[in-house]
Antibody, heavy 118, light 107 residues
């Protein structure tokens, strides 16, 4: 069965960087892209970007472009999200989400809480 | 960016009721519309893609319709386990955008 298992919660200081991993299994990794979505406490869902697991092409939300890097490791079937120069309003649960039929998301990781606090 | 507007923001209904959530896009998105269910403290779950197609394992009590700018998610025979927040999302044009969510509560 398809699974996306994310790394554990992190606490970061303002100005630091975070890197969240998303280890996948149960499907052919390079055939589908990975989206990253975040959810601030008590708020809705915000799309951050997409990466092709086939060739590494990326699409980033313009709002965070410059601070975001998405990568994949095909040998371990793992996707990564890096966000730099963290601010307090980056505090959120970060989700990876697999692309499925017609490019829509079909499976989600369990989420990783990143808290930015001094 | 394409704005997605859901209505209502919240609703309360009884067990067995049929409820409908509306999602409107600020410009045409064909049928590139998905619906998700999220329960408190949990990751979203994918329900519908391409406006009206069920994701694997989703029961037919959840149904989607629409095309262009206006879409609906209908839940029939509402049960306590359907209590959740429901989001629509367009994936027609980057950046992908979500509606603000509709919270469904059971009376």
């Amino acid at each position: 069965q398809v699974q996306l298992v994310q790394s554990g919660a992190e606490v970061k200081k303002p100005g630091a960087s975070m890197k969240v991993s998303c280890k996948t299994s149960g499907y052919t990794f390079i055939n589908y892209g990975i989206n990253w979505v975040r959810q601030a406490p008590g708020q809705g869902l915000e799309w951050l970007g997409w990466i092709s697991a086939y060739n590494g092409d990326t699409k980033y939300a313009e709002k965070e472009q410059g601070r975001l890097t998405m990568t994949t490791d095909t040998s371990t079937k793992t996707a990564y999200l890096e966000l730099r120069s963290l601010r307090r309003d980056d505090t959120a649960v970060y989700y990876c989400a697999k692309e499925g039929s017609w490019y829509a998301v079909d499976y989600w990781g369990q989420g990783t809480l990143v808290t930015v606090s001094s | 960016d394409i704005q997605m507007t859901q209505s209502p923001a919240s609703l309360s209904a009884s067990v067995g009721d049929r409820v409908t959530i509306t999602c409107r896009a600020s410009q045409g998105i064909s049928n590139f519309l998905a619906w998700f269910q999220q329960k408190p403290g949990k990751a979203p779950k994918s329900l519908i893609y391409a406006a009206s197609n069920w994701q694997s394992g989703v029961p037919p009590k959840f149904s989607g319709s629409g095309s262009g700018t206006d879409f609906t998610l209908t839940i029939t025979s509402l049960q306590p386990e359907d209590s959740a927040t429901y989001y629509c999302q367009q994936y027609h044009t980057y950046p992908w955008t979500f509606g603000q969510g509709t919270k469904v509560e059971i009376k």
